[in-house]
Nanobody, 125 residues
C-alpha cells in the first residue's frame, strides 16, 4: 500500500491560484501513473489530470491551459498547479495511483487502485 495524503486546498477568489500536493509514504511512486480527480457536490468524481511513469501528461479539456500536473519521484510527491481558477473548479480534489503501463495515463477511476482522502478547493466569485 502507498498511503497518499493531499494538501494545499483552500478558499480562493476566481482568477486566483492554488498548488495541491500529494505525498506518498511507505513506498516510491515511481512505479505508478499518478492522477488527480475531483468531485463536486451532487456530481460524479471526474478525471482532472494525470502523469505517467515516463512523464507524459493528460488533462481534461475543462482544465487545459490552466492546470499543470508534475511529479517529483525523489520526494515521492505529485503536484497540481491550478491557475485562473473558476467557481466551477470548486470540488474535493483527490490524488490517485495506478499501476498502468509506463506510457499510459488512464482516465477511468477504476484503473486507479490507491486513493487519498481528498482536499477541498473552493473558488468564490
Amino acid at each position: 500500500q502507498v498511503p497518499l495524503v493531499e494538501s494545499g486546498g483552500g478558499l480562493v477568489q476566481a482568477g486566483g491560484s492554488l498548488r495541491l500536493s500529494c505525498a506518498a509514504s511507505g513506498r516510491t511512486i515511481s512505479g505508478y501513473t499518478m492522477g488527480w480527480f475531483r468531485q463536486a457536490p451532487g456530481k460524479e468524481r471526474e478525471f482532472v489530470s494525470g502523469i505517467s511513469q515516463s512523464g507524459g501528461r493528460t488533462s481534461a479539456d475543462s482544465v487545459k491551459g490552466r492546470f499543470t500536473i508534475s511529479r517529483d519521484n525523489a520526494k515521492n510527491t505529485v503536484y497540481l498547479e491550478m491557475n485562473s481558477l473558476k467557481p466551477e473548479d470548486t470540488a474535493v480534489y483527490y490524488c490517485a495511483a495506478s499501476p498502468a503501463s509506463p506510457w499510459v495515463v488512464p482516465l477511468s477511476l477504476s484503473r486507479y487502485e490507491l486513493w487519498g482522502q481528498g482536499t477541498q478547493v473552493t473558488v468564490s466569485t
